[in-house]
């Protein structure tokens, strides 16, 4: 591995849930998603701290819009934590959906953040799951090991990467997306609503070329 200094032991890459049902012929495909696989690698190979997050549902998980007779997927109901997107049935724990894209490599990743696991509440955030205020852990862990730096990078970029990094922020965490190695799903604009939040917050959209 190629351990780029400028990064040092501060800076931490965030891969966020670059999954078989995210990619093309995924149970909830985002376009392109698998474009950006080539980048992520390198931008792991460059990084000495990297975690992964994993979407991790039960069956009959809350947010599946197989969950709720008469809705459909992309609907969105009241949920008791606030509005809630419904999916098709995605990243079903033990099922081939749920695994890391083959093509995936960061081997030095310390840890594997599983979210989403808990069946009444979704959770697109690495930080906190959809009510806000119940945490993954990951803040713990990254403050212990003196991890300031983060750079976030993955799928899908309007939704839990969006949310990763707005936690980051409010955490108290110098949080940078890298925005070529993202791509969106973008529904009713939320693409756009993205760039808007991200920016209001402080949280600048870089992309690789910056690092060059």
């Given amino acids: ?6 990064f040092g032991d501060e800076g931490v890459l965030i891969i966020v849930d670059v999954q078989n049902d995210f990619c093309p012929g995924g149970a909830l495909a985002v376009p392109g998603g698998d474009e950006i696989i080539p980048i992520v690698n390198g931008l792991a190979a460059r990084f000495r701290n990297v975690v992964l997050t994993q979407d991790w549902h039960p069956r009959g ?13 992309f609907d969105t109901i009241a949920a008791p934590y606030g509005p809630q997107v419904l999916w098709p049935d995605h990243c079903v724990q033990d099922t081939t959906g749920a695994a890391f ?10 840890l594997v953040l599983r979210k989403g696991f808990r069946r009444a509440i979704d ?4 930080f906190y799951e959809n009510d806000r ?25 309007d939704f839990c990467v969006r949310y990763s990094a707005e936690d ?6 110098d949080a940078f997306v890298i925005e070529d190695a993202c791509r ?3 529904i009713a604009g939320s693409v756009a ?7 209001a917050l402080g949280v600048p959209c870089v992309n690789t070329h910056e690092f060059a």
């Avoid at 591995?1 to 400028?6: A, E, G, I, Q």
């Avoid at 998980?61 to 997927?73: I, L, Q, W």
């Avoid at 609503?193 to 920016?199: D, E, F, I």
């Fill in 123 to 126: 959770s697109y955030s690495a």
């Fill in 184 to 186: 969106g799903i973008d």
């Fill in 133 to 157: 205020k119940t945490p993954t852990g990951l803040t713990g862990y990254l403050r212990e090991r003196g991890l300031t730096r983060l750079f976030l990078a993955g799928l899908a970029f």
């Fill in 168 to 173: 980051a922020r409010r955490e108290g965490f």
């Fill in 101 to 110: 894209h083959p093509a995936l490599r960061a081997p030095h990743a310390a």
């Fill in 1 to 6: 591995m190629n351990d780029d200094t400028r």
């Fill in 61 to 73: 998980h809350s947010s599946f819009a197989s969950s709720h007779p008469g809705t459909k997927p």
């Fill in 193 to 199: 609503a993205t760039r808007t939040s991200l920016n």
